[in-house]
């Protein structure tokens, strides 16, 4: 290790690294190459070794910053690789769910079997269509701003953690069921399990995306540096003029918007399960019917309250007052 | 000009590295060659970008220890290249725009 200016930087280097969480190895065997060639060279053109080392130093920057942007284009990468993961795993998710739907005896999927993958699907559905409008935002760019990391890695969080509760709720459903059966409909289980598996471990990457991009974001911040850009509407538009100007509408009063969703859900939900029966008429039927519309609809709104912060669709404080 | 060139930094790099390969001391002095010292940046703020663009497959590196010092090569990729075309494709066009603007006030 080289001593004086170098020695102290590189070991300021690899503590702000650390504190990063930034794998610091490979940097700092590259920024002592660097610190020293820079040294040599001016040692060569008549300064003194401390004067040399002391301006290679001033000249590569403040630790500080140079670690402040690895941390950041790893939060970047660690965003794309969770959402990646996450639409792998629910594709996974609807494939193992499919299969049990399929293939397993009817009498191993009533009520309400089937009910947690129903909401836990829905939910993950919205989460990765507004993660995939930020993938697509910033596919081409090497760099993801931290301001956009991290509602990214924050999406890809909300759909596999909605995937495991879902996964782990139809586990216990299954396990609990007072008349058992679940011999009858062994292969089907063990395919259900390896998609929560898989589900489990995209629910991983997704913690360590989103806890990289929050403390990037709780970095401080150079001046000047906050990306204005970062919103759901700033994404749309980005990738479709025309569609950034719906969304810009649609999300301009967040509240009323979720609110129009959960009532069309609800009304939706309630005629096709009523259609769904041949004793439509009957007051059973629709009354059943109505209480799972009425379901969804509560589950909308309280899918909005609980994840719309997390994905963007409103800001703190949002109300029937147009989003800024 | 550090203001403007930083947002420019992959693009520049890219540039840099379409020559042949180049570790990080050589890419600095290249650029600072090529602007005749103009365009100076911070040099610890190389190897972030030299990172993110080659987890972005535009550029691939190796370790090399011909000079006698062990050093991390970057060099271009065909991903890089497609990427350097369309993005000086893309800067040529907006200078352009801004020179009809500026040059009609």
Redesign the interface.
């Known amino acids: 290790m080289t001593e004086g200016a170098i020695s102290v930087y590189l070991a300021e280097l690899e503590a702000q690294l650390k504190l990063n969480g930034v794998a610091c190895s ?2 700092l ?3 002592e ?2 610190l ?3 040294a040599e060279e001016l040692a060569a053109s008549g300064s003194t070794r401390t004067e040399a080392e002391a301006e290679a130093v001033r ?3 403040r630790a500080t ?2 670690a402040r ?2 941390a ?2 790893a939060a ?2 660690a965003a794309r690789s969770a959402a990646s993961w996450a639409l792998a795993s629910f594709l996974a998710y609807v494939a193992a769910a499919a299969t049990v739907a399929l293939a397993a005896p009817s009498y191993l999927l009533d009520f309400p079997q089937g009910l947690p993958s129903w909401f836990g699907l829905q939910i993950a559905v919205v989460a990765l269509a507004i993660c995939l409008v930020r993938w697509l935002r910033w596919r ?1 760019e ?2 993801i701003p931290a301001e956009s990391s991290a509602p990214l890695a924050a999406g890809a969080l909300v759909a596999t953690a909605t995937l495991v509760v879902s996964a782990a709720a139809e586990v216990l459903l299954a396990a609990t069921r007072p008349a058992g059966g679940w011999q009858a409909g062994e292969a089907e289980a063990v395919v259900f399990i390896g998609g929560a598996l898989v589900v489990a471990a995209a629910t991983v990457v997704a913690i360590a995306a989103a806890a990289r991009s929050r403390l990037v974001g709780a970095l401080p911040r150079e001046r000047g540096r906050r990306d204005p850009r970062a919103t759901l509407i700033a994404d749309i538009t980005a990738l479709s003029t025309v569609l950034g100007r719906v969304a810009t509408r649609v999300l301009a009063y967040p509240r009323l918007t979720a609110f129009v969703v959960a009532a069309t859900a609800c009304i939706a939900v309630t005629v096709t399960q009523a259609l769904a029966h041949d004793f439509a008429h009957h007051a059973s039927v629709v009354i059943g019917a109505a209480v799972v519309g009425t379901l969804e609809g509560v589950a909308v709104a309280v899918c909005y309250l609980a994840f719309g912060r997390a994905l963007g669709l409103r800001s703190a404080g949002s109300s029937l007052t147009p989003a800024r | 000009m550090k203001n403007l060139l930083s947002g420019q930094l ?1 693009l520049v790099v890219l540039a840099v590295l379409r020559d042949g390969p180049l ?3 050589a890419i600095i002095q290249t650029l600072r060659e090529r602007s005749d010292g103009d365009f100076d940046i ?4 190389l ?3 030299l ?3 080659e ?2 497959a ?1 550029v691939k590196s190796r370790w090399d220890s011909s000079s006698g ?4 090569i970057y060099s271009l990729t065909q991903r890089g290249q497609k ?1 350097l075309i369309a993005r000086a494709a893309e800067w040529r066009s907006f200078a352009g725009r801004l020179e009809v603007v500026i040059g009609a006030s």
């Open positions: 490979r940097v065997a590259e920024t190459d660097h020293a060639a820079t000249r590569f920057g910053t140079v942007a690895f950041e284009a970047g990468s081409r090497p760099l | 992959d570790h990080g001391y911070l040099e610890g703020t190897y972030p970008v990172h993110r663009l987890a972005a535009m010092r062990r050093r991390r990427a």
